[in-house]
């Protein structure tokens, strides 16, 4: 059956790249309501902004969502990355401003309070998307796909000039707790000179290295403690992907594979996929198919503390 959250979670914190301060509240939902964003900051017209992805303004460097009004909301990806992690279909998402909080840099801080509140079953079943025929799209060097799966899994390939991190190749089946366990503390990265480019830009004002993002200069990691996993980086991206996924509207059943993807290409890959006749199916999921889907069955203990291996 759908899902929502017990009671309402609170986080504060400030936005990776306006640097303001932001207060996020997800609330419960009834059944077939989806994930809608609602800027509590604006008194007048329309406020809410659907999670889907024909509201995406694409953009290489996190995923901006914008309603016929203009109202947005951006950097939404951790967010919605933990929403679906958590094997949550039905949240409010009330925030006081433009851009959703960076926290740690990661979904961790977003699973944790999900999962402190706890998840309340709704009365109708879940709807779910199944990739029928295999759907590729590419810009440069780089290509994503999806394919046909009896299970959502995510398949990820980056390769970075800095040395610190190189080629990295990720595969995960994202059933049950598997995001929580092994996506989810992954934190956003990028290189030195990508910082003084965004600074340049009047971007990433809320970026701290080490405490809300890993910045990589060669060989060194300046992240303070170090790495969470050796190959955080595509970790991470595959935590990105997650998210960028997620604005399907519903859970998908498919094989994601993306090549030094970003999430202008993901959100390219989805308009794609339901442009091309027969690529996706709706299906009504039945035990054996939620049991496949991330977030179900997952338990408090699986969601890791903070740790790094270097």
């Not at 460097?61 to 309603?67: A, F, Q, S």
């Not at 509207?249 to 993807?261: K, M, Q, S, V, W």
Request: hydrophobic share 40%.
């Amino acid at each position: 059956m759908q899902n929502t959250l017990k009671a309402p979670v609170t986080f504060d914190g400030t936005g990776l790249h306006s640097g303001a301060p932001a207060r996020m509240t997800l609330r419960p939902a009834p059944s077939n309501h989806g994930i809608v964003f609602k800027r509590t900051d604006i008194s007048l017209g329309n406020r809410e902004i659907p999670a889907l992805w024909h509201y995406v303004e694409r953009s290489p460097l996190c995923t901006r969502l914008v309603n016929a009004a203009g109202v947005s909301v951006s950097t939404v990806e951790h967010i919605m990355a933990a929403i679906a992690g958590c094997g949550v279909h039905n949240v409010l998402v009330e925030i006081d401003g433009p851009e959703v909080p960076i926290l740690d840099g990661s979904s961790a801080e977003f699973v944790r309070g999900i999962m402190r509140q706890g998840v309340r079953r709704l009365a109708d079943s879940v709807r779910a998307l199944r990739v029928i025929k295999p759907v590729t799209v590419e810009n440069g060097d780089a290509r994503a796909t999806l394919l046909p799966c009896d299970r959502l899994k995510i398949e990820f390939h980056i390769d970075f000039a800095e040395r610190a991190i190189g080629r990295q190749t990720r595969t995960l089946d994202m059933r049950n707790g598997a995001f929580a366990r092994e996506l989810c503390d992954s934190r956003t990265f990028c290189s030195r000179a990508d910082v003084e480019a965004m600074h340049k830009a009047g971007l990433a004002l809320g970026g701290i290295p080490g405490e809300n993002a890993v910045v990589f200069d060669g060989a060194e990691v300046q992240s303070g403690g170090g790495l969470r996993h050796t190959d955080e980086p595509v970790r991470h991206k595959m935590l990105d992907a997650l998210g960028d996924l997620a604005l399907a509207g519903a859970p998908l059943f498919g094989h994601y594979i993306g090549d030094r993807a970003g999430h202008s290409l993901t959100n390219t890959l989805l308009r794609a996929a339901f442009d091309t006749p027969g690529a996706l199916e709706e299906v009504r999921c039945d035990n054996v198919m939620i049991a496949r889907l991330p977030g179900q069955g997952l338990v408090w203990d699986e969601i890791p503390t903070v740790r790094h291996v270097a």
